[in-house]
């Protein structure tokens, strides 16, 4: 059986547990559950179930959504409740969207990793159409008539062949006393009859809100009574308070107390960083009262780390690869025996998120527990951290309710609570209100940073020029260290690395081993980021090395049309999570965005003197997209004078919003390109703030084209698969504009920005 | 105590002179709609207007704002129609959202100034404020098209 097999959808406006959610009994709720255990055995009489998402009918017929996933620019709340509106035919200016509190009832709210679409799409058009079929039969009720007399549209019941309609609002009693109808029976709508979804259009839920100041990020949260804290944290990772001066910052008008918090020990996971906090009626004492601060740091062990210098622990450590992701024919025997051969090194600089809104909490104590309010990705990890601060067992997960905000920015930063955890760590201590703001400079020093990585790239080509193998293997350090201090393995090599597309007869895949110093995170596309870039930088360095035209190589080395096997290569590879039979990774679909790109840029064409176009493609979060860049050189500094990609995220939900997220991609990752480079001297990150850690603006880009390929595939994510081809088709470039090959970024260390 | 005007009307603030307006604004006149992003004037998402000019109100003492008129992202418009507010929700301009008062008040100061700005006139005036989410291209776009619309009503 399926997993949509399995899901449990049944009518709950009788159930008790709604009524502390406070919606009122009288209304149609409609919950969708997933719970395969209980599936199995056919019970549907538990009363524990966790509800997946809501729809809800009040009895003036207003529709209420519940988007159970957090906002941070992707668009989910202008997009995820559409695929429920439109199924249910509501008419979307009497629809109300929630934002939902954290709960496991929604099943997973982890809003990470490009995949509210994919994990949600199948069960909120169910919710939709569940209501709709309810309200059809409510209906048939009242007319006593079949129901197949009734057609549902544009919020009210029509009686076929007559005058008659009946507004939602007269059939909400009804309908809530009928039983829901099995799954099966539901009958979807086809494409042709959607109303919202896949269309053109569709304004932005909060553009209103946004634009005259109105909106609530976590930074905005205001209580009766609050108190601001800021914390200066230990500079190294696992660094410690040996002793601390707070005397001239409690002079400090307006500061309130000083408060010491627990020291970190690994693993880091989403824990407190530790450190002083400084506690104040206003941001401004808050940071004032934290500069007067007089504190003595024990640094610990991770003060031997200076990434540059690391850059020669991780060259030997590709010397002796320890961990094979994938081998394929013989790479050794192909590459000792080539016609012709090349190598390269690529190195990507470390970053951190720069979400525009830094990390942010507000915490208060609650009779039971505590109330939150955050800017999170991921309100059951933020409720979880909460429980572990207070020390509460799992059964009292009701008494943390996690509010969440919107996000300003989140790309992985905000899927880390430890923001949260000193919020009600504070809250608990001080018995006040607290919300713990972080500064600039705090988000970039004590971040978890996407890793810098070193890649080796061997490939043969054979007399025809055809590549004969290709050998990739990489080290950084790995995200798993964050959670296990003993994980050494480069990671992952599922994102960009194993998961090539390409059709060789000799393939090896390895990683490296090395040790970490600091708090390593997932950062907008993780891995792919890295990968993407060594990879599609070195088909170019091959196509170049055969003579042949980088568009018509890469076409060539992806092959014949194909789901790729990957286990036949005794790869055993993730999928982002998904079924492979589901979501192949089908090489037919990876060569159509090239070729669509390639005519929409006019790839071939004859360019002005010092110019150049560079192409790359990638796969990632399942989702296929190529990318053109146009630069060109003047005074030796670069110039983007065209970007166009070509996407393929099977059925689009809201095109806007897979443009808007294109559009974005591409600058984060033009900014990751220019300027990504956090260092670090004896453990302490050297860059503090957007001069040293430069992001790219508005004076530095041409119009961003994307073209939306149209299909009938499985509908995914948007969020991240954009950025990973983006910084290898703009070297790409800059060598067909200059001959010059950049292997290392970011580029600003060459003074060509 | 430091009187300041703030969207027309005074009020009065018992708070130190050192004190940035941005914090000001925030925490003490709750007008929230001005964003913090560096502290340091470096990526204009605090963007208020000064006698209608631009200026970073993180790092604007207060005491150098007494007697001058302070614009918020609150006080741009009285319903939220401002031409650049208008061009920002027509073309879908924002992603996250928490940059973009601080873009609006750029924009808006800038087509006072210039009412028919050239694309290199707008990357000028807008290369101050950073928008992580990506939204640039918008931004030119929605500043052309309020630019136009702001033309059409005087």
Sequence with gaps: MSINEHMLIENVSRRNFLKSAGIASGSLVLGVQFSPALAATGTESAIDFAPDVFVSIASDGLVSIICHRSEMGQGVRSTLPLLVADELEADWNRVKVEQALGDIKYGSQNTDGSRSVRKNYQKLKEAGAIAKSMLQTAAS??????????????????????????????????????????????????????????????????????????????????????????????????????????????????????????ALNPPAAFNMLGGVAVIADNTFAAIKGREKLKIEWEHGTNAQYDSRQHESVFRESLKKPTTVVRNRGDFKKAFASANKKLNAEYYVGGLTHAPMEPPAATARLTDKGVEVWACTQTPQSA?????????????????????????????????????????????????????????????????????????????????????????????????GATFNPAAKTAGSADLGQGDVMFDLPNMLIDLGDTETFYRVGWVRSVTNINNAFAACSFVDELAHEAGKDPKDFLINLIGKDQHIDFEKDGYKYGNYGEQLNQYPADTARLKNVVKLVAEKANWGKKLPKSHGMGIATHRSFCSYVATIVEVSMNNGKIKLEAIHSAVDVGKVLNPDRVRSQMEGAAIFAATLAYYGDITTKKGVVEQSNFHDYQMTRINQFPDIHTHIVKSSELPTGIGEPGVPPFAPALCNAIFAATGKRYRRLPLNQFGII | MIELTINGAKKQFDIDPEMPLLWALRDIAKLTGSKYGCGKGLCGACTVHLDGQPIRSCVMPVSAVVGKQITTIEGLSENGDHPVQQAWMDLNVPQCGYCQSGQIMSASALIEQNPNPTDDDINNAMSGNICRCGTYPRIRKAIHQAAKLAREVK
Excluded: C
Excluded at chain 1, 238 to 248: H, I, M, N, R, W
Excluded at chain 1, 406 to 432: C, H, I
């Design chain 1, 383 to 479: 409720q979880r951290s909460a429980m572990g601060v207070l020390k509460l067992p799992a059964e009292k997960a009701d008494d943390v309710k996690i509010n969440v905000t919107l996000l300003g920015g989140g790309f992985g930063r905000k899927s880390k609570p430890d923001y949260v955890a000193e919020a009600v760590f504070l809250a608990n201590e001080t018995k006040m209100p607290i919300k713990v703001l972080w500064t600039r400079e705090d988000e970039v020093q004590h971040g978890y940073y996407h890793s810098p990585s070193l890649q080796k790239l061997e490939g043969s080509l054979d007399k025809n020029g055809k590549v004969s193998g290709w050998h990739h293997t990489m080290v950084n350090h790995p995200i």
């Design chain 1, 141 to 262: 009720k009242v007319w006593n008539v079949n129901v197949a007399q009734v057609v549902i549209e544009n919020h009210a019941a029509h009686l076929k062949g007559k005058n008659q309609s009946l507004d939602f609002s007269k059939l909400v009693e009804i309908a809530a006393t009928l039983p829901v109808p099995e799954r099966k029976s539901l009958k979807l709508k086809s494409e042709k009859d959607q109303k919202y979804i896949g269309k053109e259009n569709i304004k932005i839920l909060d553009a209103e809100k946004i634009a005259t100041g109105d909106t609530i990020f976590g930074f905005d949260v205001d209580l009766e009574g609050l108190k601001i804290a800021v914390i200066a944290r230990p500079p190294v990772v696992f660094g410690k308070v040996k002793s601390y001066d707070a005397s001239q910052t409690l002079k400090v008008p307006g500061v309130v107390k000083v408060i010491e918090l627990p």
